[in-house]
Antibody
Framework: EVQLVESGGGLVQPGGSLRLSCAASGFTFSPYSMNWVRQAPGKGLEWISYIGTSSSPIHYADSVKGRFTISRDNAKNSLYLQMNSLRAEDTAVYYC????????????WGQGTMVTVSS | QSVLTQPPSASGTPGQRVTISCSGSSSNIGSNTVTWYQQLPGTAPKLLIYSNNQRPSGVPDRFSGSKSGTSASLAISGLQSEDEADYYCAAWDASLNGWVFGGGTKLTVL
């Protein structure tokens, strides 16, 4: 069974940093590109970052470019999101999502981890 | 303000057919395929429709998608109470070099 389990969320002060992890299981991780998508409380979905199978290419939404860094470790079946210079507007549930190479759709999602940026 | 435009809400009675629209531009829907996701209350999004009109295994054929030009639609026939959820359209945007989502449509089954 495909599973994506995010962790690392929590409460952080504005300007602080946090590192999210996404542990993949139930499938061969390396052939799949991966994404982070977030959802602010009561709001819609926002794609924020993509990483290719061998850590290239990498894309970011303008809202996080220069502050967030996506990475992966295929040996550990894990995806990461380093978040720096956090702002109140980064408060959201962060989901990791697998991208199917044939359909290009996000075919599996994790359950999400909540990040709250507040003083 | 989302790049793709969806109506914020839709509703129908059990058994009815409802449609949800998604409007974009030439850089996203006009040149790339559309995906639809269903998000039940308190849960993660789930893939519903990919490549404009394809259903993943396990998705009932009551759900169908279509695309024309820079717009797309999701149709749900034989509406059931368990269809009450938020629905999002998405597409790759070549100008933004990233995926864009619609603002979401909250479907209420009356």
């Amino acid at each position: 069974e495909v599973q994506l389990v995010e962790s690392g969320g929590g409460l952080v002060q504005p300007g602080g940093s946090l590192r999210l992890s996404c542990a993949a299981s139930g499938f061969t991780f390396s052939p799949y590109s991966m994404n982070w998508v977030r959802q602010a409380p009561g709001k819609g979905l926002e794609w924020i970052s993509y990483i290719g199978t061998s850590s290239s290419p990498i894309h970011y939404a303008d809202s996080v470019k220069g502050r967030f860094t996506i990475s992966r470790d295929n040996a550990k079946n894990s995806l990461y999101l380093q978040m720096n210079s956090l702002r109140a507007e980064d408060t959201a549930v962060y989901y990791c999502a697998r991208r199917d190479p044939r359909s290009h759709a996000f075919d599996f999602w994790g359950q999400g981890t909540m990040v709250t940026v507040s003083s | 303000q989302s790049v793709l435009t969806q109506p914020p809400s839709a509703s129908g009675t059990p058994g009815q057919r409802v449609t949800i629209s998604c409007s974009g531009s030439s850089s996203n829907i006009g040149s790339n395929t559309v995906t639809w996701y269903q998000q039940l209350p308190g849960t993660a999004p789930k893939l519903l429709i990919y490549s404009n009109n394809q259903r993943p295994s396990g998705v009932p054929d009551r759900f169908s998608g279509s695309k024309s030009g820079t717009s797309a639609s999701l149709a749900i026939s034989g509406l059931q109470s368990e269809d009450e959820a938020d629905y999002y359209c998405a597409a790759w945007d070549a100008s933004l070099n990233g995926w864009v989502f619609g603002g979401g449509t909250k479907l209420t089954v009356l």
